[in-house]
């Protein structure tokens, strides 16, 4: 079983700043990529920010350079620093990771989503 814990969430003023971790635990072999989406009420979830295993990232258009993903290997750990901060950014902020169980075993997991609420 793998379980991504979703931290750092909160309300902050428009322009202001926030910063997401995701930690995966469990039993498992490695993680491959690792993800940010978020989903604002009556909107379908979209991609925010994408990261490799071996650290090559996307960005959705609205948050590039503001946004910065990042992972810790080691801790299992992906992150997303959020600068700049705009109310249209306010969304339920979900992890997700593709985990390698064993050896040609893959399979996808999520977060249970955090909050974050930009006021103008």
């Known amino acids: 079983q793998v379980q991504l814990v979703e931290s750092g969430g909160g309300l902050v003023q428009a322009g202001g700043s926030l910063r997401l971790s995701c930690a995966a635990s469990g039993r498992f072999r490695s993680i491959n990529d690792m993800a940010w989406y978020r989903q604002a009420p009556g909107k379908q979830r979209e991609l925010v920010a994408g990261?490799?295993?071996?650290?090559?990232?996307n960005y959705e258009d609205s948050v590039k350079g503001r946004f910065t993903i990042s992972r810790d290997n080691a801790k299992n750990t992906v992150y997303l620093q959020m600068n700049s901060l705009k109310p249209e950014d306010t969304a339920v902020y979900y992890c997700n990771a593709l985990v390698m169980i064993v050896i040609n075993r893959s399979d996808t997991y999520w977060g249970q989503g955090t909050q974050v609420t930009v006021s103008s």
């Open positions: 990261i490799t295993a071996g650290g090559y990232t």
